[in-house]
Protein backbone atom coordinates (compact mmCIF):
# COMPACT_ATOMS: atom_id res chain seq x y z
CA UNK A 1 0.00 0.00 0.00
CA UNK A 2 1.77 2.93 -1.26
CA UNK A 3 1.55 6.40 1.34
CA UNK A 4 2.39 9.52 0.95
CA UNK A 5 5.92 10.93 1.29
CA UNK A 6 5.07 14.27 2.65
CA UNK A 7 2.30 13.71 5.10
CA UNK A 8 2.27 9.41 5.24
CA UNK A 9 -1.43 9.34 4.80
CA UNK A 10 -2.26 6.29 2.33
CA UNK A 11 -2.73 7.35 -1.36
CA UNK A 12 -5.56 5.19 -1.41
CA UNK A 13 -7.30 6.94 1.32
CA UNK A 14 -6.44 10.65 0.32
CA UNK A 15 -7.27 9.30 -3.53
CA UNK A 16 -10.83 7.94 -2.99
CA UNK A 17 -12.33 11.18 -0.93
CA UNK A 18 -12.27 14.87 -0.84
CA UNK A 19 -12.51 17.54 1.58
CA UNK A 20 -14.66 20.07 0.67
CA UNK A 21 -14.57 23.93 1.46
CA UNK A 22 -18.50 22.95 3.23
CA UNK A 23 -16.83 21.05 5.87
CA UNK A 24 -17.55 17.82 4.40
CA UNK A 25 -15.74 14.24 3.13
CA UNK A 26 -17.42 12.61 0.52
CA UNK A 27 -16.58 9.82 -2.24
CA UNK A 28 -14.85 11.18 -5.01
CA UNK A 29 -16.59 9.14 -7.43
CA UNK A 30 -19.92 9.23 -5.59
CA UNK A 31 -19.77 12.57 -3.97
CA UNK A 32 -23.27 12.02 -2.44
CA UNK A 33 -21.98 9.61 -0.01
CA UNK A 34 -20.63 11.24 3.02
CA UNK A 35 -18.22 10.20 5.28
CA UNK A 36 -16.18 11.10 8.28
CA UNK A 37 -12.87 10.75 9.84
CA UNK A 38 -13.93 10.21 13.64
CA UNK A 39 -12.60 9.45 16.89
CA UNK A 40 -13.15 5.62 17.16
CA UNK A 41 -13.67 5.31 21.20
CA UNK A 42 -16.82 8.39 20.26
CA UNK A 43 -18.82 5.51 18.18
CA UNK A 44 -17.66 2.59 21.33
CA UNK A 45 -18.63 4.69 23.86
CA UNK A 46 -21.74 6.51 22.62
CA UNK A 47 -23.44 3.19 21.63
CA UNK A 48 -21.84 1.62 25.06
CA UNK A 49 -24.13 4.54 26.46
CA UNK A 50 -26.90 4.46 25.02
CA UNK A 51 -27.28 0.53 24.92
CA UNK A 52 -27.16 0.89 28.81
CA UNK A 53 -29.89 3.37 28.95
CA UNK A 54 -32.50 1.90 27.02
CA UNK A 55 -31.67 -1.40 28.88
CA UNK A 56 -31.54 -3.35 24.61
CA UNK A 57 -28.84 -4.18 22.28
CA UNK A 58 -28.36 -2.63 19.13
CA UNK A 59 -26.06 -5.55 17.42
CA UNK A 60 -28.74 -6.52 14.71
CA UNK A 61 -29.75 -3.02 13.62
CA UNK A 62 -25.87 -1.84 13.58
CA UNK A 63 -24.94 -4.93 11.47
CA UNK A 64 -28.00 -4.22 8.91
CA UNK A 65 -27.79 -0.15 9.09
CA UNK A 66 -23.92 -0.58 7.81
CA UNK A 67 -24.32 -3.70 5.15
CA UNK A 68 -27.15 -1.21 3.73
CA UNK A 69 -24.48 1.90 3.57
CA UNK A 70 -21.81 -0.54 2.42
CA UNK A 71 -23.56 -1.82 -0.62
CA UNK A 72 -24.23 1.65 -1.70
CA UNK A 73 -20.60 2.82 -0.84
CA UNK A 74 -18.69 -0.56 -2.16
CA UNK A 75 -21.11 -0.64 -5.19
CA UNK A 76 -19.44 2.69 -6.13
CA UNK A 77 -16.03 2.14 -5.79
CA UNK A 78 -16.28 -1.28 -7.66
CA UNK A 79 -16.63 -0.50 -11.56
CA UNK A 80 -19.79 -3.03 -12.86
CA UNK A 81 -17.48 -4.50 -15.55
CA UNK A 82 -14.91 -5.52 -12.99
CA UNK A 83 -17.68 -7.41 -11.03
CA UNK A 84 -18.54 -9.00 -14.36
CA UNK A 85 -15.03 -10.22 -15.26
CA UNK A 86 -14.72 -11.52 -11.77
CA UNK A 87 -17.67 -13.30 -11.93
CA UNK A 88 -16.12 -15.35 -14.44
CA UNK A 89 -12.63 -15.63 -13.38
CA UNK A 90 -11.40 -15.09 -9.96
CA UNK A 91 -12.77 -13.17 -6.61
CA UNK A 92 -9.96 -13.53 -4.43
CA UNK A 93 -8.17 -10.49 -5.80
CA UNK A 94 -11.11 -8.46 -5.08
CA UNK A 95 -11.76 -9.29 -1.88
CA UNK A 96 -8.27 -8.73 -0.94
CA UNK A 97 -8.44 -5.43 -1.99
CA UNK A 98 -11.29 -5.00 -0.09
CA UNK A 99 -9.58 -6.34 3.62
CA UNK A 100 -6.59 -4.12 2.48
CA UNK A 101 -8.87 -1.43 1.88
CA UNK A 102 -10.74 -1.71 5.38
CA UNK A 103 -7.22 -1.59 7.28
CA UNK A 104 -6.64 1.82 5.19
CA UNK A 105 -9.74 2.68 6.66
CA UNK A 106 -8.41 1.89 10.04
CA UNK A 107 -11.27 -1.04 10.83
CA UNK A 108 -8.50 -3.36 12.24
CA UNK A 109 -6.07 -5.84 11.06
CA UNK A 110 -8.15 -8.11 8.60
CA UNK A 111 -7.34 -11.02 6.80
CA UNK A 112 -8.71 -13.72 4.09
CA UNK A 113 -9.14 -17.00 5.69
CA UNK A 114 -11.34 -18.71 3.45
CA UNK A 115 -13.85 -18.30 0.45
CA UNK A 116 -15.90 -20.67 -1.68
CA UNK A 117 -17.92 -18.06 -4.26
CA UNK A 118 -19.51 -20.10 -7.09
CA UNK A 119 -22.55 -18.44 -7.74
CA UNK A 120 -25.46 -19.47 -5.57
CA UNK A 121 -26.15 -21.18 -2.18
CA UNK A 122 -23.49 -22.34 -0.18
CA UNK A 123 -20.94 -19.56 -0.99
CA UNK A 124 -19.14 -18.12 1.77
CA UNK A 125 -16.28 -15.73 2.54
CA UNK A 126 -14.18 -16.13 5.98
CA UNK A 127 -12.33 -13.21 7.26
CA UNK A 128 -9.99 -12.67 10.68
CA UNK A 129 -10.14 -9.43 12.32
CA UNK A 130 -7.90 -9.09 15.17
CA UNK A 131 -9.04 -5.26 16.84
CA UNK A 132 -12.00 -4.34 14.94
CA UNK A 133 -13.05 -0.84 15.77
CA UNK A 134 -16.56 -1.45 16.09
CA UNK A 135 -17.70 -5.22 15.25
CA UNK A 136 -21.31 -5.70 14.52
CA UNK A 137 -20.69 -2.66 12.10
CA UNK A 138 -17.79 -4.44 10.89
CA UNK A 139 -19.84 -7.56 10.63
CA UNK A 140 -22.18 -5.55 8.29
CA UNK A 141 -19.47 -4.12 5.98
CA UNK A 142 -18.29 -7.31 5.13
CA UNK A 143 -21.68 -8.50 4.03
CA UNK A 144 -22.63 -5.54 2.09
CA UNK A 145 -19.49 -5.86 0.54
CA UNK A 146 -19.78 -9.31 -0.79
CA UNK A 147 -23.39 -8.67 -1.95
CA UNK A 148 -22.17 -6.10 -4.27
CA UNK A 149 -19.30 -8.70 -5.49
CA UNK A 150 -21.77 -11.66 -5.11
CA UNK A 151 -25.03 -9.94 -6.82
CA UNK A 152 -26.66 -11.99 -4.22
CA UNK A 153 -28.27 -11.01 -0.86
CA UNK A 154 -26.02 -11.84 2.24
CA UNK A 155 -26.10 -12.51 6.09
CA UNK A 156 -23.24 -12.77 8.70
CA UNK A 157 -21.96 -14.38 11.80
CA UNK A 158 -18.77 -13.89 13.57
CA UNK A 159 -17.24 -15.79 16.87
CA UNK A 160 -14.20 -14.99 19.28
CA UNK A 161 -11.55 -17.26 18.69
CA UNK A 162 -9.02 -15.36 21.29
CA UNK A 163 -9.38 -12.20 23.21
CA UNK A 164 -9.52 -9.37 20.99
CA UNK A 165 -9.46 -11.74 17.60
CA UNK A 166 -12.81 -12.73 15.87
CA UNK A 167 -13.58 -15.41 12.61
CA UNK A 168 -16.24 -12.80 10.74
CA UNK A 169 -18.45 -15.18 7.95
CA UNK A 170 -20.74 -13.79 5.51
CA UNK A 171 -22.53 -16.14 3.04
CA UNK A 172 -25.75 -15.94 0.80
CA UNK A 173 -28.79 -15.95 2.57
CA UNK A 174 -31.84 -13.29 3.18
CA UNK A 175 -31.97 -10.26 5.41
CA UNK A 176 -34.07 -10.31 8.59
CA UNK A 177 -37.59 -9.15 6.76
CA UNK A 178 -37.64 -6.22 9.82
CA UNK A 179 -35.46 -4.29 8.18
CA UNK A 180 -36.16 -4.38 4.63
CA UNK A 181 -38.32 -1.40 4.58
CA UNK A 182 -36.34 0.35 7.07
CA UNK A 183 -33.54 2.15 8.09
CA UNK A 184 -33.49 5.28 5.38
CA UNK A 185 -30.76 7.79 5.06
CA UNK A 186 -30.94 11.07 5.22
CA UNK A 187 -29.90 13.75 2.80
CA UNK A 188 -27.44 16.07 3.92
CA UNK A 189 -26.49 19.42 2.64
CA UNK A 190 -23.43 20.42 0.93
CA UNK A 191 -23.49 24.04 0.47
CA UNK A 192 -19.91 25.59 -0.13
CA UNK A 193 -18.28 27.17 2.96
CA UNK A 194 -14.79 28.57 4.20
CA UNK A 195 -13.80 25.55 6.01
CA UNK A 196 -10.82 25.29 3.77
CA UNK A 197 -8.08 22.84 4.89
CA UNK A 198 -4.44 23.52 3.93
CA UNK A 199 -3.34 20.63 1.16
CA UNK A 200 -0.60 18.35 1.74
CA UNK A 201 1.90 19.04 -1.74
CA UNK A 202 2.45 15.15 -1.76
CA UNK A 203 -1.09 13.57 -2.32
CA UNK A 204 -3.76 16.65 -2.29
CA UNK A 205 -5.08 15.72 0.82
CA UNK A 206 -5.46 17.56 3.97
CA UNK A 207 -1.62 18.64 5.05
CA UNK A 208 -2.81 18.62 8.93
CA UNK A 209 -2.97 14.23 8.04
CA UNK A 210 0.78 14.55 9.22
CA UNK A 211 -0.69 14.63 12.45
CA UNK A 212 -1.66 11.04 12.42
CA UNK A 213 -0.03 7.59 12.19
CA UNK A 214 -1.54 5.14 9.72
CA UNK A 215 -0.35 1.88 10.50
CA UNK A 216 -1.52 -0.31 7.91
CA UNK A 217 -0.36 -3.68 9.22
CA UNK A 218 -2.27 -3.17 11.82
CA UNK A 219 -5.20 -1.73 10.28
CA UNK A 220 -5.15 1.15 12.40
CA UNK A 221 -5.33 5.38 12.51
CA UNK A 222 -4.07 7.36 15.23
CA UNK A 223 -3.76 10.89 16.33
CA UNK A 224 0.37 11.33 17.59
CA UNK A 225 -1.13 13.90 19.93
CA UNK A 226 -3.27 11.85 22.15
CA UNK A 227 -2.49 8.70 20.67
CA UNK A 228 -6.52 8.05 20.58
CA UNK A 229 -7.85 5.73 17.81
CA UNK A 230 -9.77 7.12 14.37
CA UNK A 231 -11.50 5.48 11.57
CA UNK A 232 -12.69 6.26 8.63
CA UNK A 233 -16.78 5.25 8.06
CA UNK A 234 -19.95 6.56 7.21
CA UNK A 235 -22.37 8.76 8.80
CA UNK A 236 -25.64 7.76 7.59
CA UNK A 237 -26.26 4.40 8.99
CA UNK A 238 -25.77 5.68 12.32
CA UNK A 239 -28.09 8.59 11.29
CA UNK A 240 -30.23 6.03 9.93
CA UNK A 241 -30.29 3.93 13.19
CA UNK A 242 -30.70 6.74 15.62
CA UNK A 243 -33.72 7.52 13.48
CA UNK A 244 -35.55 4.09 13.53
CA UNK A 245 -34.87 4.12 17.87
CA UNK A 246 -37.09 7.54 17.38
CA UNK A 247 -38.93 5.84 15.50
CA UNK A 248 -39.93 3.00 18.12
CA UNK A 249 -39.51 5.29 21.39
CA UNK A 250 -39.83 8.37 20.80
CA UNK A 251 -38.63 11.58 20.90
CA UNK A 252 -36.57 11.05 24.06
CA UNK A 253 -34.32 9.10 22.23
CA UNK A 254 -32.42 12.81 21.32
CA UNK A 255 -32.13 13.35 24.63
CA UNK A 256 -30.72 10.30 25.46
CA UNK A 257 -28.30 10.48 22.85
CA UNK A 258 -26.98 14.28 23.76
CA UNK A 259 -26.64 12.81 26.97
CA UNK A 260 -24.22 9.91 26.23
CA UNK A 261 -22.28 12.20 23.63
CA UNK A 262 -21.99 14.47 26.95
CA UNK A 263 -21.03 11.74 29.43
CA UNK A 264 -18.03 10.91 26.48
CA UNK A 265 -16.65 14.44 26.35
CA UNK A 266 -16.53 14.79 29.94
CA UNK A 267 -14.27 11.55 30.24
CA UNK A 268 -11.75 13.88 28.82
CA UNK A 269 -11.08 12.17 25.27
CA UNK A 270 -11.32 16.14 23.88
CA UNK A 271 -8.84 18.95 24.43
CA UNK A 272 -10.70 21.97 25.62
CA UNK A 273 -7.99 24.08 24.12
CA UNK A 274 -9.45 23.26 20.50
CA UNK A 275 -12.66 24.53 21.39
CA UNK A 276 -11.45 27.57 22.27
CA UNK A 277 -9.83 29.07 19.22
CA UNK A 278 -12.05 29.09 16.37
CA UNK A 279 -9.65 28.47 13.58
CA UNK A 280 -8.57 25.35 15.24
CA UNK A 281 -11.81 23.84 16.35
CA UNK A 282 -13.08 24.34 12.44
CA UNK A 283 -10.08 22.94 11.09
CA UNK A 284 -10.54 20.11 13.40
CA UNK A 285 -14.33 19.44 12.58
CA UNK A 286 -13.83 19.99 8.56
CA UNK A 287 -11.01 17.40 9.33
CA UNK A 288 -13.67 14.79 10.16
CA UNK A 289 -15.97 16.24 8.53
CA UNK A 290 -18.46 17.02 10.70
CA UNK A 291 -18.88 20.69 8.49
CA UNK A 292 -18.05 24.10 8.25
CA UNK A 293 -18.27 26.25 11.68
CA UNK A 294 -19.51 29.86 10.68
CA UNK A 295 -19.57 30.71 14.63
CA UNK A 296 -18.55 30.25 17.93
CA UNK A 297 -18.53 32.47 20.81
CA UNK A 298 -18.15 32.44 24.59
CA UNK A 299 -19.58 35.34 26.36
CA UNK A 300 -21.70 35.69 29.44
CA UNK A 301 -21.14 32.56 31.03
CA UNK A 302 -22.82 31.14 27.70
CA UNK A 303 -21.67 29.22 24.80
CA UNK A 304 -23.05 29.67 20.83
CA UNK A 305 -22.14 27.62 17.77
CA UNK A 306 -23.24 27.87 14.37
CA UNK A 307 -22.55 24.89 11.99
CA UNK A 308 -23.22 24.42 8.54
CA UNK A 309 -23.85 21.29 6.86
CA UNK A 310 -23.67 19.21 9.95
CA UNK A 311 -24.35 15.09 10.44
CA UNK A 312 -24.58 13.43 13.07
CA UNK A 313 -26.40 16.60 14.86
CA UNK A 314 -27.15 15.55 18.40
CA UNK A 315 -23.61 14.36 18.98
CA UNK A 316 -22.80 17.61 17.91
CA UNK A 317 -25.09 19.38 20.04
CA UNK A 318 -24.04 16.98 23.25
CA UNK A 319 -20.31 17.71 22.14
CA UNK A 320 -20.98 21.59 22.65
CA UNK A 321 -22.57 21.28 26.31
CA UNK A 322 -19.81 18.98 27.06
CA UNK A 323 -17.52 21.56 26.39
CA UNK A 324 -19.59 24.10 28.11
CA UNK A 325 -19.14 22.28 31.24
CA UNK A 326 -15.82 21.18 30.98
CA UNK A 327 -14.75 24.85 29.99
CA UNK A 328 -16.94 26.52 33.10
CA UNK A 329 -17.38 23.48 35.42
CA UNK A 330 -20.42 23.73 36.14
CA UNK A 331 -23.78 22.56 34.42
CA UNK A 332 -25.66 23.67 31.31
CA UNK A 333 -28.51 23.78 29.83
CA UNK A 334 -28.58 23.22 25.96
CA UNK A 335 -31.48 24.44 23.34
CA UNK A 336 -30.83 23.50 19.57
CA UNK A 337 -31.65 24.00 16.35
CA UNK A 338 -31.60 21.83 12.90
CA UNK A 339 -32.93 24.86 10.60
CA UNK A 340 -34.66 23.64 7.07
CA UNK A 341 -31.33 24.75 5.59
CA UNK A 342 -29.02 21.93 7.60
CA UNK A 343 -27.52 24.72 9.53
CA UNK A 344 -27.61 23.86 13.52
CA UNK A 345 -27.52 26.41 16.30
CA UNK A 346 -26.58 25.17 19.63
CA UNK A 347 -26.53 27.12 22.51
CA UNK A 348 -25.82 26.21 25.84
CA UNK A 349 -26.30 28.27 29.39
Known sequence: MKTCSVCGAPKKLTGNHKWLS???????????????????????????????????????????????????????????????????????????????????????????????????????VKLGIRNPFFLPAFCGMVAGAMEVVTGHDCSVSYQEKSPGYYEVTTFVSTHPKEFVE?????????????????????????????????????????????GRRMVIDGPAEFEAILDELERELGEDISQILIEAQRRFVKMGFYDTDEVQD????????????????????????????????????????????GFFELVFKREGRVDWELADGGDLRVEVE
Open 22 to 124: GGTIVEKNNPSHRMIFVENDNILEVFKLIQEILGLSLEKVVIESQRKATYDYVNSILPAVIRKIVRFTSYRPVVRNLTMLGKTYGLGDVSLLDMHIKGGEGDY
Open 182 to 226: RLHWREYGNKPGDAVLDECPGCGGPSILADYDFDIEAGTISRRAS
Open 278 to 321: VGTFRDHLALRGFGNLKEISFAGGRLSVHLENPCLHLLLVGLVL
